[in-house]
């Protein structure tokens, strides 16, 4: 598990005066101001956001060290961080993303299905998106109950119980 977490992104300029475009990957958009200042994939910037306002698909927003709309420009695709401690602690049936990603997925008989590359939601639930070498594409499987009754973060694994058919 990675000690930083990806909150948001720049999606590039907005107007003319330097503020940005972010596009918040918090459950609750806005979050994204309380944990400022923020940082960069790799730690060695630190950046300090001011809302301006919300807009369509994110918000308005002025970033330290940008001052023109040619700035702003320039760091679109900037992803931002922040360190995994200053994340809210979650209940025991709920996990970060991040956290399920890359974990090794079995059935309940102990045969290995595949690899979480991603978590999706299309709207009903979270999708585990799962990749192997058994496997001629990406299998989605559902991240319910039912599914997937056990994640083991200190395994590194998960135990699923796929619907009939799906693999």
Known sequence: MSDLICVGAVAGSFGVRGEIRIKSFCTIPEEIFDYSPLSSEDGSQSYTLTLSRAIKNGFSARISGVETKEDADAIKGLRLFIERARMPKLPDDEYY???????????????????????????????????????????????????VPTVDLDQGRIIADPPEGLF
């Open 97 to 147: 993303h991040t956290d399920l990603i890359g974990l090794e997925v079995y059935d309940t008989g102990g045969a290995l299905l595949g690899t979480v590359k991603a978590v999706l939601n299309h709207g009903a639930s979270d999708l585990l998106e799962l990749q192997g070498p058994g496997l001629k594409t990406t299998v989605l499987l559902p991240f319910t109950l039912a599914a």
